[in-house]
């Protein structure tokens, strides 16, 4: 059983473009959740996903940031107009189920930087 | 809100020398915490868990965390370092109040420096 899979591990983009990150989820998992880890911070929570479903977006950004986990598919999470400040490592978790005894499973992240 | 601090950014031990991390939370109803450990370039890996229990929890590479409610601290100790136990330690408490220990909250790290 393949673990959490991130891909690219590393992006790099000039500032204006689209960073498209994407996480497979391991098998059997439906429950995806992206964080960020700024340089020198600890990891920020950003969004919940179920399948082609938002459950709790309240850790993204308010503009530029976007996420989607389709039916079908890896879950992405879309930076439009990316800036210097978005330069961070991204890491999707994966979990089975919702509930209070559920352990999060983390890919090895992406790390993208912005030029 | 839930909040996790690790007071020490930047531990060195000497290898064969014992090990405590620091970790205290602020979370108004039963924590569900962890230990992770970041070696550099990778992603994180689980070392232990407690949700509820024995607040004495055992975990991999050696590692244990007592939980302790009136200190709102869960340190995490491993008698014997390794060269290879050189890495970031993270601390995180669950938001178990929303159903799920998955939405997690972070410390901000201790980066350990084990010496030969």
């Known amino acids: 059983n393949a673990g959490v899979m991130q891909n690219p591990r590393h992006l790099v983009r000039r500032r204006g473009q689209e960073a498209r990150l994407r996480c497979s989820p391991m098998k059997g998992h439906s429950h995806v959740y992206w964080y960020r880890q700024l340089p020198e911070e600890g990891l920020k929570f950003m969004v919940y996903?179920?399948?082609?479903?938002?459950?709790?977006e309240s850790g993204m950004p308010k503009e530029r940031f976007s996420a989607e986990f389709p039916k079908e598919g890896p879950s992405i999470l879309r930076i439009q107009q990316v800036v210097r400040g978005d330069s961070a490592a991204y890491f999707c978790?994966?979990?089975?189920?919702?509930?209070?005894?559920?352990?999060?499973?983390f890919g090895q992240g992406t790390r993208l930087t912005v030029v | 809100a839930q909040s996790v601090t690790q007071p020490d950014i930047h531990i060195t031990v000497s290898e064969g020398a014992s090990l405590e991390l620091r970790c205290n939370y602020s979370y108004g109803a039963t924590p569900y915490l962890f230990w992770y450990v970041q070696s550099p370039g990778q992603g994180l890996q689980l070392l232990l868990k407690?949700?509820?229990?024995?607040?004495l929890v055992q975990g991999i590479k050696g590692f244990e965390a007592e939980f302790k409610r009136s200190q709102s601290s869960f340190n995490l100790r491993k008698p014997s370092v390794h060269w290879s136990d050189a890495a970031e330690y993270f601390c995180a408490v669950g938001a178990g109040n929303t159903g799920t220990a998955s939405k997690l909250t972070f410390g901000t790290g201790t980066r350990l420096q084990v010496t030969l």
């Open positions: 407690y949700f509820s229990g024995d607040t």
């Open positions: 996903l179920q399948k082609e479903n938002i459950i709790d």
């Open positions: 978790a994966s979990s089975e189920t919702y509930d209070s005894y559920t352990e999060a499973f």
